[in-house]
């Protein structure tokens, strides 16, 4: 019996990655543009969208690649004519704004592609199982995790590491400040739009072979993805990151234990930290929230 | 076939609790508790996304014949709402091209049903203001419960063309609700024999998903009286959230508990995501299902299902009538009838024929002609009638087997039909549920 603990333990560390690529954008867009982004998984569902209308002719490995840069592109315009001009009005605009953007592109895949989901598979090099003593990992969710993982430390390299980073995390902290020594937010936050919606589509690339892809299927994320955010805290980088391992094990080990609550063990879990630490795990103090 | 309604929570703003700037301060001394609120909100918004759809009303002459058309357009079951809408717009525009009802053309009003709530309301609209004959669809056991009552209250017929739960044709039946859809029973001995002649029941360990809502727990109730009867057991039964997209946990535990027969009582896109992961992780027990739907596997793809699942009608069924159905379909949407289209074009030709019948539009009358034992064409190869004490449409059903990925030669060929069960010197009734089983007392 430990055994499986341990394997569905391991196996939920896995899990996590899924939401974590989305929680990442979602968490960042927030910071340091006040924006709750309801449409991020709208971004979601393009990057599965795109990568299915492209697959035949790109291959997977170019779908990987291409899907999350159209979408960027993509984020680069709305970020121009809509976004941008609702960092510093009511969040309730904003929320409106996104909400909206949501409905319009889950309308539009719908009448573009049908209601009814699409067919998509694991590219047939990625098939097959790995198994490690008595543990059995997929070979496809191996891979999926080592790009998530790129991902993040190429995020977390970019954030912490670069002058560019430097000035977001100013933002993040203090825009007055950072605008008083002339540095304009503008292009910054249109750059931290792109990377958001472009990971956000990276995850819908590397979702879609496993789960259907379905004009829906960025709604259905979404709420997962805002209670990682909330558990690790706002403004965390590292929060995110531990909040969705820990939510993918949680849930693994409610499968485990009790399998009809296994949906609902992530809400409990964020009713737990709200109540015992209402900043989040990680929660950074924020100086303009405060 | 059925599926979960998602809770929707209607997220109202408390007066003081909204993220209305404070006029005195900047927004940066606005607090991290509001911010978190404006979050959490927008997570509970997030979930009303799949709620709003978009009615089509097509109005036409008021002389007209009206027949509402009630079914989910979006959210969980959308995909196959999407077809129920398909088939009966077929079904109006052969109907009209043939003279419509006593002479008279219908006109269709057909709107996303969405959840029992609004299913409820909108079916009251629909016979109050609209002055529809009949209501045709839906999918969702929840949702058809709601509009079956309107129905019965109103005097006015219901024909439920897409949920499987046994009580509604039990503990919930009415007289003016008709069941073209089969009942979970039906379903569940169908795929039964099949699982039977394969020696996949007795002495056999089962281990069971089931969708945790009201379908679900119906369908698990027969499966698992059917599996008691044949000497079956039980390794595992495991109830699985309606919006549950990862199994990989459920997999794990399912490959440790080694059973002889994974079974599905799952829903919709449930056994989409299952099924993909199911092959991915490659177990090696054999695959049954209970409840199935064309699109469900359509939307999964070759080579990523397998195993045994029962079916109401598909498009492989050779009879002349089925296929000059499936050709008129093909003609119109550009893509194969799914059987969900099957169950709404044949719901409005039975009751366009019935009304013709007797000359009149009458429900009550209606009813009345059904209960009589009136035979109807299914597009397969007996007629059927609906049972008159439950009011179950009779008929046969098939299973089907799923192909291995290099026999598929096309995205909607991916299985093969079964002959129809049950067989030519059988009773229709004899894989649908007896009195004992499931009885129905109409309400007077």
């Known amino acids: 019996m430990l055994v499986q603990i341990l394997e569905q333990v391991l196996n939920g560390l896995l899990v996590g990655a899924y939401y974590l690529l989305i929680a990442l954008g979602l968490s960042l867009i927030f910071a340091l543009g006040g924006l709750v982004n309801l449409a991020h998984g709208a971004f979601y569902a393009l990057g599965a969208y795109i990568a299915v209308s492209l697959a035949d002719r790109l291959g997977f490995g170019g779908v990987l690649l291409a899907s999350p840069a159209l979408v960027a592109l993509i984020g680069l315009v709305i970020e121009r004519f809509l976004f941008r001009r609702f960092y510093r009005s009511d969040p309730a605009l904003g929320l409106l704004l996104t909400f909206g953007l949501a409905m319009v592109a889950e309308q539009t895949l719908r009448l573009v592609f049908g209601a009814a989901p699409l067919p998509f598979s694991i590219p047939s090099a990625l098939k097959g199982q790995v198994l490690v003593g008595d543990f059995i990992y997929s070979r496809y969710r191996l891979l999926m995790l080592a790009i998530a993982a790129a991902a993040v430390a190429a995020l977390w390299w970019l954030l912490q590491r670069t002058s560019f980073g430097r000035v977001v995390r100013a933002g993040v902290q203090n825009p007055e400040m950072t605008a008083a020594l002339g540095i304009s937010l503008e292009p910054y936050m249109a750059a931290v739009v792109a990377i958001s919606v472009g990971l956000a589509a990276l995850a819908g690339v590397l979702l879609a072979p496993i789960t259907g892809v379905h004009p829906a299927m960025g709604a259905d994320i979404l709420t997962a993805s805002f209670v990682v955010v909330v558990i690790g805290g706002l403004g965390s980088f590292w929060g995110v990151v531990c909040a969705a391992l820990i939510v993918g094990v949680v849930r693994g080990l409610t499968v485990y234990f009790y399998p009809a609550a296994a949906e609902a063990s992530m809400y409990l879990l964020m009713v737990l930290v709200l109540l015992v630490r209402p900043r989040g795990l990680f929660g950074e103090r924020i100086l303009r929230f405060e | ?444």
């Not at chain 2, 009638?385 to 089907?400: C, I, K, P, V």
Request: proline share 5%; aromatic share 10%.
């Open chain 2, 1 to 444: 076939m059925d599926s979960a309604q998602r809770v929707h929570y209607n997220y109202q703003r408390e007066p003081n609790a909204g993220p209305k700037q404070a006029s005195t301060f900047p927004e940066e001394f606005m607090t991290i508790n509001r911010i978190r609120r404006g979050l959490l909100q927008g997570g509970a918004a997030a979930t009303t996304l799949g709620a709003l759809g978009f009615p089509s009303i097509s109005r036409g002459q008021t002389d007209a014949i009206r027949l509402g058309h009630l079914t989910p357009r979006t959210g969980f079951l959308g995909p196959l709402g999407e077809y129920a809408v398909m088939g009966v717009n077929l079904a109006v525009d052969e109907i009209n091209a043939a003279g419509g009802v006593m002479g008279r053309k219908i006109e269709l009003i057909a709107e996303d049903s969405v959840n029992p709530q609004t299913a409820s309301t909108k079916a009251q609209r629909l016979i109050e203001r609209d002055k529809v004959v009949a209501i045709i669809g839906e999918i969702s056991s929840a949702s058809g419960l709601a509009i079956a009552q309107v129905a019965q209250r109103n005097k006015t017929i219901f024909f439920n063309t897409g949920c499987n739960s046994d009580e509604l044709r039990g503990k919930s039946c009415n007289r003016y609700m008709f069941h073209t859809e089969a009942a979970n029973s039906m379903y569940v001995n169908a795929a039964g024999r099949a699982l039977l002649r394969d020696g996949m029941v007795k002495g056999k360990k089962w281990y069971s998903l089931t969708a945790d809502y009201a379908f679900g727990h119906d369908l698990l109730r027969v499966a698992k009286r059917f599996m008691q009867a044949n000497g079956g057991e039980f390794a595992a039964d495991e109830l699985v959230p309606t919006d549950a997209t990862d199994f990989s946990a459920y997999l794990l535990k399912i490959r440790n508990a080694k059973p002889d027969l994974v079974v599905s009582n799952l829903a919709g896109a449930q056994i989409t995501n299952f099924m993909k992961q199911y092959v991915e992780y490659g177990l090696p027990f054999p695959v049954a299902g209970f409840g199935f739907d064309t699109a469900v596997a359509w939307g999964a793809g070759k080579g990523n299902v397998l195993g045994i699942w029962p079916l109401v009608w598909d498009s492989q069924v050779k009879t002349p009538a089925s296929q000059r159905f499936t050709e008129a379909f093909v003609k119109k949407n550009g893509k194969p009838p799914e059987n969900q289209a099957w169950g709404d074009y044949l719901s409005t030709k039975h009751l366009a024929q019935a009304m013709n019948e007797i000359k009149s539009t009458d429900s009550t009358k209606v009813v009345e002609h059904l209960e009589k034992g009136a035979k109807f064409d299914l597009l397969k190869t007996r007629e059927g009638y609906y049972r008159n004490w439950d009011h179950q449409l009779m008929m046969e059903m098939y299973t089907l087997t799923f192909k291995p990925a290099d026999q598929v030669k096309t995205q909607w060929d991916l299985f093969t039909l079964s002959a129809p069960v049950p067989g030519a010197n059988e009773s229709l009734e004899s894989i649908a549920p007896t009195r004992e089983e499931n009885n129905c007392t109409m309400p007077t």
